[in-house]
């Protein structure tokens, strides 16, 4: 098995009637993912590429089955379209569309938990299972392989930088998610370290993190609780500026944390094998296999 | 988008908020009229930027008449204030706010900002007001409280009295001194604030509750619904190459290096500085070029790199999701060509269209260097600019 997606996976696209809603479902189904549906208000009877469309979520669960959703709303109106998908029963809610105000944010998590629905994002590349053929999202599906490596990561495309370097080096992937990197998302690392521990086929787990706020420094923890498969851990932004993104009292709230140096001391104390240079994200991990075998 | 004193304080004001009486002045003459017109024998002149540790560095003076207004007021205005936020170059003081004074008896401090692991706004509060909540942090952690703000109810009125109390506020002021807190929780969300800050926050020896200062950030991605705030935005306060970068929907940082980096992807960007710091370069900039941009928005990239007199090469390291390796390709070439750019340029594409990508860098006839893999691409430009 993988996490998250799988052939089981039935996928709606909200916004499946805009450029990239339509782009990037077509190149889904493309991969394999069943697509069974999409949801656009006001186009209800239309279709795209022989895709049914709908005006609510509702209706499209109701005529399809649909046990999955990938979101490509506008800023505006895609916490709404969250909140809509998980009211309708939706079990897995990917929200790919950036630039979400926060506090919309704060609000619809607390919907989707209380739906008790599973929400990948905002502001995310999305879901991959490639044994499955499975792709529920933005990423280039080629640089895939199938495997037993599971990849979870804050950023988009040093995620593909690092699935490309695994695949090079003949290290297939279980699943990758892109958890995304706004304030508030939905599924967190723990989250998804913790579906990786549990999933028989995943053999061993690559965490990519970037600085800022403490998410590596609790999934280190973590790690050192709970996973008995190897770690292998990067952190980006070692040559950043501080406090540019980072509002002061938030940098208080956070306990003065969320540096590189601190984040990468915190992975090495729960035995994560740290990755020095991006370039080395693939090699770490096949030196980690190779010390476990 | 951060805003200046005075117009955090009209946000506060326009939710029933407690402010000084002020008015914002640009001359001296106006400071000496505004002093007249406050009316009282004792007003502040407060220079208005962004930058905080203002009143340590000398922009925030006590004045005991309408000469002395002028002459602060004359002596801040066009001039730089360096303070230990802008330092060391500075901010040019444009505005000043002029505001009556007040019999303080003590000094609190009041902020509320995005937990990012609660994943909820939440109120801090300190009896410690007027020093830098830094210190406080270090020093004395506990001397901190904390609340959660309801992102859609507000403060709740217990928790509000639970700061109050544990703030140890004058009985006869809990009232009000509740009710401000909760009037600050009603203007973050109603104004979609990423932080809201109050130091001090004071109470008077004639029994009132004041917001003294006022500091407000706004999320950027709120603005959409926020037109009569976005008009907030004062440009002169910010970087004007990271300006036009922003107008352009590209993120820019300058940098003190000499590589310009052209990524797509924030995370991508900051690896990419990192690994030419790993191969003892130093990073220009941070720049990403986002999901999906056109050939117009990388020719820009391009010029805003430029603009540095301090680079010396540029790498461009594109992985291609929905971005396509020719359309950016399309993009380095023109650029190049356009700007006439002379310095060492390595290029490194994957994903997307990688083929036909590479094939328009070959095919241009410029002197463009190649590279494989992020470490070959470092390797290439760190050599190149040595």
């Known amino acids: ?34 697509i069974v549906g999409g949801v656009t208000p006001g186009r209800g009877g239309e279709d795209v ?53 926060a506090l919309d944010e704060a609000r619809m998590k607390r919907v989707v938990t209380a739906a008790g629905a599973r929400m990948i994002g905002p502001n995310c590349p999305g879901v991959i299972s490639p044994g499955d053929k499975c792709k529920v999202g933005i990423m280039p599906g080629f640089i895939h392989a199938p495997g037993n490596i599971g990849v979870v990561s804050r950023s988009g495309t040093l995620t593909y930088e690092a699935v490309w370097q695994l695949t090079e080096l ?3 992937q279980s699943t990758c998610v892109g958890i995304g990197g706004d304030p508030v998302i939905g599924t967190t690392h723990i989250d998804a370290i913790s579906m990786f521990q549990q999933d028989h086929q995943t053999e061993a787990i690559l965490l990519i993190g970037e600085i800022g706020g403490t998410a590596e420094e609790d999934a280190s923890a973590f790690v050192k609780e709970h996973v008995t498969k190897p770690v292998v851990g990067f952190v980006a932004g070692r040559t950043a500026p501080p406090g540019k993104r980072m509002g002061h009292a938030g940098a208080i709230i956070a306990g003065g944390k969320g540096t590189a140096p601190e984040k990468m001391k915190a992975m090495r104390a729960a035995g994560i094998a740290v990755a020095e240079s991006p370039a080395e994200l693939g090699s770490t991990m096949a030196e980690a296999l190779a010390a476990r075998a | 988008m951060k805003l200046h004193e005075f117009q955090a304080k009209g946000r506060f004001a326009h939710v029933g908020l407690p402010v000084p009486k002020g008015i914002v002045c640009e001359t001296a003459e106006a400071a000496s009229a505004a002093f007249d017109e406050l009316g009282g024998d004792l007003a502040v002149v407060k220079a208005q930027i962004h930058a905080g540790g203002r009143g340590k560095a000398g922009g925030v003076k006590l004045v005991k008449s309408a000469a002395e207004a002028a002459e602060v007021a004359s002596a801040l205005l066009g001039n730089p204030l360096v303070t230990k936020q802008n330092a060391p170059d500075g901010t040019i003081v ?20 995005l ?21 406080v942090a270090e020093e004395n952690p506990d001397a901190i409280l904390k609340e959660v703000v309801d992102p859609v109810s507000g403060l709740a009125d217990f928790r509000a009295r639970r700061i109050t109390y544990g703030l140890g506020v004058p009985k006869k002021l809990a009232r009000p001194f509740a009710a401000t807190l909760s009037a600050l929780a009603k203007a973050f969300l109603s104004d979609d604030a ?55 929907g590209l993120s820019y940082v300058n940098l003190d290096g000499n590589v310009g980096c052209l990524v797509n992807g924030a995370g991508l960007a900051m690896a990419t500085m990192d690994i030419i710091k790993l191969h003892g370069g130093e990073p220009a900039n941070f720049l990403d070029v986002g999901g999906s941009a056109s050939t117009e928005q990388v020719t820009t990239a391009f010029k805003i790199i430029l603009e540095d007199p301090a680079v010396k ?25 356009a700007l006439g750019l002379e310095d060492p340029l390595v290029v490194r594409l994957h994903g997307t269209n990688m083929e036909e990508g590479r094939k328009i860098l070959e095919g241009s006839g410029l002197k463009i260097i190649p590279a494989d893999s992020m470490a070959d691409a470092a390797q290439k430009i760190v050599e190149a600019v040595s």
């Open chain 1, 1 to 34: 098995m993988s996490i998250l997606v799988n052939s089981e996976t039935r996928l709606i696209t909200q916004g499946i009637t805009g450029e990239y809603g339509r782009m990037h479902t077509l190149a889904c189904r493309d991969y394999g993912t069943n």
């Open chain 1, 49 to 101: 590429e022989g895709i049914p469309v709908y005006d609510t979520v509702s209706n499209a669960v109701k005529e399809t089955g649909a046990n999955a959703t990938m979101i490509f709303v506008p800023a505006p109106f895609a916490a709404d379209a969250v909140e809509e998908a998980a009211e309708a029963g939706i079990e897995l809610i990917v929200c790919i569309t950036e630039g979400i105000p």
């Open chain 1, 170 to 172: 003949g290290l297939g």
């Open chain 2, 94 to 113: 444009r505005k000043v706010l002029v505001e009556e004074g007040l019999p303080i008896e003590k000094e609190y401090y009041v902020a509320i900002t």
């Open chain 2, 115 to 135: 937990d990012r692991q609660k994943e909820v706004p939440v109120l801090m509060a300190s009896a410690e007001g007027g020093t830098e909540i830094e210190e």
């Open chain 2, 194 to 248: 990423s932080l809201v800050e109050v130091n001090p926050l004071v109470t008077t020896t004639d029994g009132r509750v004041i917001c003294l200062d006022g500091k407000m950030t706004i999320d950027d991605n709120a603005l959409f619904r926020h037109k009569d705030l976005a008009e907030l935005r004062d440009e002169d306060e910010e970087d004007p190459t990271e300006v036009r970068a922003r107008k352009a």
């Open chain 2, 313 to 337: 090469g540029i790498l461009v390291n594109i992985f291609g999701g929905i971005m396509r390796c020719d359309v950016v390709a399309q993009g380095v070439v023109d650029a190049t060509k």
